[in-house]
């Protein structure tokens, strides 16, 4: 068996494993304690893991768990989406099996932080100690320390390449 190929199978375990105990973490039978502990075990990296909350239905990238970083008294309530791959609107892909590129960044989530029903964290962003993130928000730039962040706005950044 070739490397790569024994690699590829390594890696579709791992990423099977870590469907699987996402699944469970999402399960409203689980504490919230729990539930972070769960997802320390697929990557995800905690200051201290029994210092943080998480409520149901709470979705981290599965591909790139390991590129999320959340610090001391947190708390993640249901519904939160927090993504760590991206669509890059700046160059198309140069394989031709796919016309957008990807790419992976990181979210740090300081200690202090609170984080509403449904957020959805969607770049690559730091959110600063202390804030609070209201319910609905869609967060995709750096959140200062001591803020409230409030809102779900959309508007046409630009025309795609064509």
């Known amino acids: 068996m070739s ?10 375990f791992k990423r099977l494993t870590s ?17 972070a502990r769960l997802q320390k075990m697929r990557g995800v990296n905690f200051d201290n893991v029994d210092t943080v909350f998480f409520g149901e239905n709470v979705t981290i990238d599965g591909i790139y768990p390991h590129n999320v970083y959340i ?9 939160t989406k ?6 890059d609107t700046e160059k198309l892909s140069d394989d031709p099996n796919y ?7 990181k979210v740090v989530i300081e200690e202090d932080v609170f984080i509403g029903y449904n957020v959805v964290i ?5 959110i600063g ?8 928000a869609v967060i995709t730039k750096d959140v200062p320390p001591n803020s ?15």
């Open 82 to 87: 927090i993504l760590t791959h991206f669509l």
């Open 129 to 136: 100690k202390g804030s609070i993130i209201g319910a609905n």
């Open 3 to 12: 490397k790569e190929l024994e690699a590829r199978k390594v890696g579709g």
């Open 148 to 162: 409230i962040m409030v809102g779900a706005a959309t508007k046409n950044l630009k025309n795609i390449i064509s």
């Open 71 to 79: 610090g001391n008294r947190c708390i993640v309530t249901a519904g």
């Open 19 to 35: 469907k699987i105990i996402q699944t469970i973490s999402k399960s409203s039978l689980i504490s919230g304690k729990y539930r």
């Open 122 to 126: 969607a770049k690559p962003v730091t």
């Open 99 to 105: 016309y957008f590129r990807f790419y992976q960044g």
